[in-house]
T-cell receptor, first 113, second 115 residues
Framework: QKEVEQDPGPLSVPEGAIVSLNCTYS??????FMWYRQYSRKGPELLMY????GNKEDGRFTAQVDKSSKYISLFIRDSQPSDSATYLC?????????????FGRGTSLIVHP | EAQVTQNPRYLITVTGKKLTVTCSQN?????MSWYRQDPGLGLRQIYY???????DKGDVPEGYKVSRKEKRNFPLILESPSPNQTSLYFC??????????????FGPGTRLTVL
């Protein structure tokens, strides 16, 4: 079993929909939970991250972490065609004095007008 | 502009012909790493470097070499490329602050095809 599981999709939604992207993990030592966004032909860019459990909101994006279930989510409200991208979850625990991320496979999101 | 640069962006080569993909960052980051990204497999770490002259294997190091002689540069070397190394490669760098997670910055990617 991979440490981080993520459904690759694709997930296709109409503009304006609420999008839910999810990952599960198996390593209890993970403390930081990140979401990266990757547009086609580009490198991933950090969207947001949370520490331990709880929610974090940034504009239309909300990240949730449930450590008891080992489950994290990214919600996108009022989705736009410009949100079409691959979303990678990543998680990090302390290793050798640093937090090195382990990435999920990424979920491809398509928001159609 | 703070960035990670990679060259070349696209490369088609033949089996066994040695190649080097360069990576450079201008953010004075200690930590640099190489990933490959394949459909259905996601990002997999090849090698990483915590600082100059310090490198270590990631999850898929076979067939690759790296060196870190300068802080800003971290080249990826394929001594004898094979078709199964056809992939999209990303270089990344980040700070190694004493607390918390430090954002990892990725380069634009190098698409390698080995015939």
């Amino acid at each position: 079993q991979k440490e981080v599981e993520q459904d690759p999709g694709p997930l296709s939604v109409p503009e304006g929909a609420i999008v839910s992207l999810n990952c599960t993990y198996s390593n209890s030592a993970f403390q930081y939970f990140m979401w990266y966004r990757q547009y086609s032909r580009k490198g991933p860019e950090l969207l947001m991250y949370t520490y331990s459990s709880g929610n974090k909101e940034d504009g239309r994006f909300t990240a949730q972490v449930d450590k008891s279930s080992k489950y994290i989510s990214l919600f996108i409200r009022d989705s736009q065609p410009s949100d079409s991208a691959t979303y990678l979850c990543a998680m990090a625990g302390l290793s050798g004095g640093s937090y090195i991320p382990t990435f999920g496979r990424g979920t491809s999101l398509i928001v159609h007008p | 502009e703070a960035q990670v640069t990679q060259n070349p962006r696209y490369l088609i080569t033949v089996t066994g012909k040695k190649l080097t993909v360069t990576c450079s960052q201008n953010m004075n980051h200690e930590y640099m790493s190489w990933y490959r990204q394949d459909p259905g497999l996601g990002l997999r770490q090849i090698y990483y470097s915590m600082n100059v002259e310090v490198t270590d294997k990631g999850d898929v190091p076979e067939g690759y070499k790296v060196s870190r002689k300068e802080k800003r540069n971290f080249p990826l070397i394929l001594e004898s490329p094979s078709p199964n190394q056809t992939s999209l490669y990303f270089c990344a760098s980040r700070d190694t602050g004493t607390s918390g997670y430090n954002e990892q910055f990725f380069g634009p990617g190098t698409r390698l095809t080995v015939l």
